[in-house]
């Protein structure tokens, strides 16, 4: 079940959802609007081979901008650290965005209890696209979770505040 405006807030002030910074501004009717940091990892080069790195490039954008180019994906963080030991985080883009071609968290939205930290988000445009640091890029919706919660979330990628590249070239190691 989704919690709606009036209970991510409740629980916000409960402490059971950590958003921070905070700003009710940004709550809609049943999710709460993240924004973008302003650095941006940009992958140079994609392995062939899954027990290789990938490179990257680092990019810090500034209020003028920076536009994304079509045909590489890039990777970028929330601004806000978001994360609950009750509820489970599920992260999407904004349709606005969506609608110019701008696709966000398509293979890895859903978060896990206990994961709270600022989340690395998958940026992939279709068409140029201009982004600003602080801009409203995404929204995270808050689930109840049925049944125990006897194990939360205590993976690789939980202890970075910036873009964090993939590591799953050392599960092949």
């Not at 939360?152 to 202890?159: A, E, L, N, R, V």
């Amino acid at each position: 079940m989704i919690l709606s405006r009036q209970e991510i807030l409740n629980n916000v002030k409960a402490g059971k959802i950590n958003v921070s910074p905070f700003d009710e501004s940004l709550l809609n009717p049943n999710s709460y609007d993240y924004r973008i940091d302003s650095k941006l990892l940009e992958i140079d080069s994609l392995p062939i081979n899954p027990k290789c790195e990938t490179s990257y490039r680092e990019i810090d954008f500034t209020d003028d901008g920076y536009v994304l180019s079509p045909n590489k994906v890039y990777l970028a963080n929330t601004y806000e650290e978001i994360g609950s030991y009750e509820f489970v985080p599920l992260l999407i883009g904004k349709t606005e965005l969506g609608k110019l071609g701008l696709f966000l968290q398509i293979t890895a939205d859903l978060g896990n209890l206990g994961a709270k930290h600022r989340w690395t988000l998958e940026l992939k445009a279709v068409q140029p696209i201009k982004i600003y640091p602080m801009m409203r890029i995404g929204q995270v919706s808050f689930w109840k979770v049925c049944g125990e919660r006897d194990k939360f979330y205590d993976g690789k990628y939980d202890k970075f505040s910036g873009p964090k590249s993939s590591e799953i070239y050392k599960e092949f190691m």
